[in-house]
């Protein structure tokens, strides 16, 4: 596709429950970029990838939070056991390469905890 | 850490009135990045800033950042419905790696 896919668009799930996240980014693109939308804010970075490379997870809020992009592709963030607090909107992000580069955001996928 | 601020965070104008959003960084930053996000929607990239001074124009929006690339604003001239949304800065440090650090965004609400 033209642009950053995530799927699903909506996710609902019971609150202990493990959830997964995919972002499939703008083809050729170097960096991918989580990022976790809380309703009314800014997004806030969660971690970075360069190619298959994880980089920096500074942003992850716990050990229940993982992220991967095995092949340089696709990424897929994961939840485990997840809380009320997790529920916000997860952007995934692309850019062609590293650095001060445009970045192309996802639809997004929101997540509730219920 | 960094933190990047950003006022206000609404802004009711009547349509053809200008509009200012203002971003203030903690810390000095390599280059800043203006996105807009309308209801609903994801963050649209719009213009990125990397020179102390910078000024770039686009249309009826003029986007500066300040002299020690602590501070940006993005200004609109004559607003119309279409300008509705979120505008967000968000800077960059030193790591090179394009992580952007976002302020809470401004709010534009345009009157017809």
């Known amino acids: 596709g033209a642009g950053v896919s995530q799927s699903p668009r909506y996710k609902v799930a019971k609150r202990g429950q493990d959830v997964a996240l995919r972002c499939d980014p703008i083809s050729g693109h170097v960096s991918l970029f989580w990022y976790q939308q809380a309703l009314g804010q800014g997004p806030e970075f969660l971690t970075y990838f360069q190619n298959e490379a994880q980089l920096d997870k500074s942003g992850l809020p716990s050990d229940r939070f993982f992220a991967e992009r095995p092949e340089g592709s696709v990424s897929t963030l994961k939840i485990q056991r997840t809380q009320q607090e997790d529920s916000a909107v997860y952007l995934c992000a692309s850019s062609i390469r590293t650095g001060r580069t445009e970045a192309f955001f996802g639809q997004g996928t929101r997540l509730t905890v219920v | 850490g960094q933190q990047v601020m950003q006022i206000p965070q609404y802004q009711h104008v009547q349509e053809g009135e200008d509009f200012t959003t203002y971003c203030n960084s903690s810390?000095?930053?390599?280059?800043i990045q203006w996105y807009k996000q309308r209801p609903g929607g994801h963050p649209v990239f719009l213009i990125q800033l990397v020179k102390s001074g910078e000024v770039k124009k686009q249309k009826r929006l003029t986007f500066q950042f300040g002299e020690a690339k602590k501070n940006s604003s993005l200004h609109i001239t004559a607003t119309q419905t279409t300008d509705v949304g979120t505008y967000f800065c968000?800077?960059?440090?030193?790591?090179?790696?394009?992580?952007?650090?976002f302020g809470q965004g401004t709010t534009l609400q345009v009157k017809p």
């Open positions: 810390t000095t930053l390599s280059n």
């Open positions: 968000a800077g960059s440090g030193s790591s090179n790696t394009g992580k952007l650090i």
